[in-house]
């Protein structure tokens, strides 16, 4: 009884896998190859990088500021105050810049991916496009792909930059710290494999949540309550996939860097 | 090998009376759910197949295996000269290239405006200048009566219109094979004229080949029993077709899997089968 299931359950997983792996490999191919739809590209730079910049720049700023006032309390048992910068910049820059920037375009990009294509599917535009002779990979997935993979690195620096400065508010104003001291900690107590830490994980986070929203958005079945659905799964997958990712990346990286 | 033989093969299907479409014993099932048990038409070039069945008959179905979106699990299946049934999907761009499909819910790009919509091929998919793209564009929508519609988007649209441009969308590039997946279905009968003898002048002064899916018996035959003529002063006009051309426009009536009638509009008329006959009534 229960065996069955299992197996059925497990088949199910490695179909999709499979069909995941199908995806990427022939989005990568995608990317290198032509024909490739520059309107759509540039469409998507704008519709991913651009618009997911105020969810960015609020989440940024408000994680930068809390994690001030929570560190300030810490930091106070010791009598260290004055390093609050340096806890600030490298809990922003190594994980939590990447993480949420991530999780806040798997919420805002990801779902509108899957609900797009997913689409698409049920009402038959993604077989039209087919008959018309149009590639979906190429024409659908490659810009997403890009400006997914582009934009996350970039929109996570500015996360990372308006968190150090939501830190910097909260210290000068409630914890009574000197703008120089809390400059000079932030700068302190970075290395370069910090920095590159938190420069490579958005680069992967990015491709992770765009091919997932791809994947589920494209095998959509059911009409209009399997969009809802989709769009469901690709928010939930595509969480989850970021902070699991997140943890194996940095356990490499660590390996590798330090 | 190769070259001769498709050089062959293309001289064959430019011919008239060559087979454009053939389907031979296919099968199909979802899952368990047999939808073709036997299929096998041939259609000739320039002429019509018209395909009746009940709903979910597999109608749109034998359409979709022909545009190579679905795979047939048994059975061969030729289209312009290719065996789609055993092309990749990169191999059968080059055979759509001359396939148009009306899709039965229209399929419209919702992002896109019904000029990019209906240009979608020239200006996405063709080496075409883009003046000569829009003039098309703009050519193809005056036939179906939306030339002043270019810049609406599709949700802007009637359920009727939106099929027009649908319609517009799949001759805009001049396939040399039309199929329309219910094309009239839900159109007023003046409007739906106006498609039928589209899809007649598309037949008869283009010579595109056509596979026409309906429920409506009245499209159906209208398509069957008229042709166009283009008169010495050039002007195109639909008259009764002469019984040879009646000839050239054959009904399909699928049930269950199987074809259970074959033939013109005459022997569908006098046709006994009590299945036939609560269809025709
Ligand atoms: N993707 C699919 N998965 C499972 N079953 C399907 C799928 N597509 C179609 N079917 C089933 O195949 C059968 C034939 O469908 P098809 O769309 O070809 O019917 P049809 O003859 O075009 O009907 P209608 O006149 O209503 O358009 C139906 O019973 C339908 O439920
Ligand atoms: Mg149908």
């Not at chain 1, 408000?62 to 300030?72: C, E, K, N, V, Y």
């Not at chain 2, 065996?83 to 819910?105: K, W």
């Not at chain 2, 799949?170 to 009968?189: N, Q, S, V, W």
């Amino acid at each position: 009884m229960v065996v069955p299931l299992i197996e059925n359950w497990a088949k199910g997983a490695a179909l999709e896998v499979q069909e995941y792996v199908r995806l990427v490999r022939a989005a990568v191919v995608g990317v290198f190859t032509s024909p490739r739809y520059g309107h759509d590209i540039i469409e998507q730079f704008d519709v991913i990088g651009v618009g997911s910049l105020t969810v960015v720049l609020l989440t940024g700023f408000f994680t930068g500021a809390a994690l001030a006032l929570q560190s300030g309390l810490t930091l106070d048992q010791f009598g260290g105050r004055a390093v609050v910068g340096r806890l600030i910049s490298a809990s922003m820059i190594k994980e939590l810049g990447p993480v949420l920037t991530a999780l806040m375009l798997t919420g805002r990009v990801g779902s509108g991916i899957a609900a797009e294509l997913g689409s698409m599917v049920v009402t038959d535009q993604i077989n039209a496009l087919r008959v018309l002779g149009t590639d979906p990979i190429r024409k659908l997935v490659v810009p997403r792909l890009l400006a997914g993979f582009l934009m996350a690195p970039v929109l996570t620096i500015i996360s990372d930059f308006v968190g150090i400065l939501g830190g910097w508010l909260v210290s000068v104003y409630q914890l009574q710290i000197s703008s120089g001291i809390y400059w000079s900690s932030v700068t302190q107590a970075l290395y370069p494999q910090d920095v590159w830490m938190g420069i490579i994980k958005p680069f992967v986070l990015g491709f992770v949540i765009v091919t997932t929203a791809c994947h589920v958005g494209l095998r959509t079945t059911g009409g209009t309550k399997g969009v809802g659905e989709a769009t469901t799964v690709a928010v939930v997958t595509g969480s989850v996939a970021v902070i699991a990712v997140d943890f194996f990346v940095t356990k490499i990286l660590i390996a590798a860097m330090y | 090998m190769d070259t001769q033989a498709t050089q062959t093969a293309e001289e064959i299907l430019s011919e008239r009376g060559a087979p454009v479409v053939m389907f031979d014993q296919v099968e199909l099932a979802f899952d368990e759910k047999v939808v073709l048990k036997n299929i096998s038409f041939t259609l000739i070039s320039g002429h019509t197949k018209i395909i009746l069945g009940a709903s979910g008959s597999g109608k749109s179905t034998i359409l979709k295996i022909i545009t190579g979106l679905l795979r047939a699990d048994k059975g061969v299946v030729w289209v312009n000269g290719e065996r789609v049934d055993q092309l990749s999907e990169r191999e059968m761009m080059a055979v759509r290239a001359d396939l148009g499909m009306i899709f039965q819910e229209g399929a419209l790009f919702d992002s896109l405006t019904v000029r990019e919509n209906v240009g979608y091929k020239l200006y996405e998919e063709s080496a075409m200048p883009i003046a000569e793209a829009d003039q098309r564009v703009e050519e193809v929508l005056g036939w179906v009566g939306l030339g002043e519609y270019t810049d609406r988007m599709p949700s802007e649209l009637s359920g009727g219109q939106r099929r027009r441009v649908s319609i517009a969308r799949a001759m805009a590039f001049k396939p040399r094979i039309l199929l329309y997946d219910e094309a009239t279905t839900g159109l007023d009968p003046i409007t739906a004229t106006t498609v039928d003898e589209e899809i007649i002048k598309l037949r008869d002064l283009e010579h595109v080949s056509s596979i026409v899916v309906t429920h409506q018996l009245r499209d159906a035959f209208y398509v069957a029993t008229h042709m166009a003529v283009r008169g010495a002063d050039g002007v195109v006009t639909i008259v009764p077709a002469t019984p040879e051309k009646e000839r050239e426009a054959e009904f399909i009536m699928i049930q269950d899997g199987v074809i259970v009638f074959e033939g013109d509009a005459d022997a569908l008329r006098r046709s006994k089968d009590p299945y036939i006959l609560t269809f025709l009534s």
